[in-house]
Antibody
Framework: EVKLVESGGGLVQPGRSLKLSCIASGFSFDDYWMAWVRQAPGKGLEWIGEISQDSSTINYTPPLKDKFTFSRDNAQNSLYLQMSKVGSEDTAIYYC???????WGQGVMVTVSS | DIQMTQSPSVLSASVGERVTLSCRASQNINKYLDWYQQRLGEAPKLLIYNTNNFHTGNPSRFSGSGSGTDYTLTISSLQPEDVATYFCLQRNSWPRTFGSGTKLELK
């Protein structure tokens, strides 16, 4: 069974950093592009970006390119999202997904507030 | 960036009714258009990829069509479990962009 499990969310103060993790199982993680998508409360889906199998190619949505950093550890079947200088606009559920979006995690909530 | 416009934003329909949801791109996306279903409180789920290809595990009442800038998701006979918000996504170019969603309700 394919599973993607995000973690690392919670309450964070404005201007601080936060690192989300996504642990994959049930498929050959190192064969897949992986992606991050977020959803602000009551809003639609926003594509954040994607990372290739060997991390050689990373595409970000331009408004978040300087704020978010993707990485992965194929030996640990893990995907990461490093968020820096967060603001209230980053409050959202963050989902990891396979690059073709055929599988999604359950999401992790990030709340930015003082 | 390619803008994706979904219509209507809210749709009320009866059980058994044929339902059509639309997604329009601001430029040609060469059929790289996916449809996702998101039930309340759940993660999105892939229904259709590349305009008209079924993703495994979904009911056959869902189908997709379209080309160029205009795409459609059709539910042939609406079921109560289809109450959800439906999003389209273009994967023709970067950044990928989602539509704002159509909320499907039961009448």
């Amino acid at each position: 069974e394919v599973k993607l499990v995000e973690s690392g969310g919670g309450l964070v103060q404005p201007g601080r950093s936060l690192k989300l993790s996504c642990i994959a199982s049930g498929f050959s993680f190192d064969d897949y592009w992986m992606a991050w998508v977020r959803q602000a409360p009551g809003k639609g889906l926003e594509w954040i970006g994607e990372i290739s199998q060997d991390s050689s190619t990373i595409n970000y949505t331009p408004p978040l390119k300087d704020k978010f950093t993707f990485s992965r550890d194929n030996a640990q079947n893990s995907l990461y999202l490093q968020m820096s200088k967060v603001g209230s606009e980053d409050t959202a559920i963050y989902y990891c997904a396979t690059g073709s979006f055929d599988y999604w995690g359950q999401g992790v909530m990030v709340t930015v507030s003082s | 960036d390619i803008q994706m416009t979904q219509s209507p934003s809210v749709l009320s329909a009866s059980v058994g009714e044929r339902v059509t949801l639309s997604c329009r791109a601001s430029q040609n996306i060469n059929k790289y258009l996916d449809w996702y279903q998101q039930r309340l409180g759940e993660a999105p789920k892939l229904l259709i990829y590349n305009t008209n290809n079924f993703h495994t595990g979904n009911p056959s009442r869902f189908s997709g069509s379209g080309s160029g800038t205009d795409y459609t998701l059709t539910i042939s006979s609406l079921q109560p479990e289809d109450v959800a918000t439906y999003f389209c996504l273009q994967r023709n170019s970067w950044p990928r962009t989602f539509g704002s969603g159509t909320k499907l309700e039961l009448k």
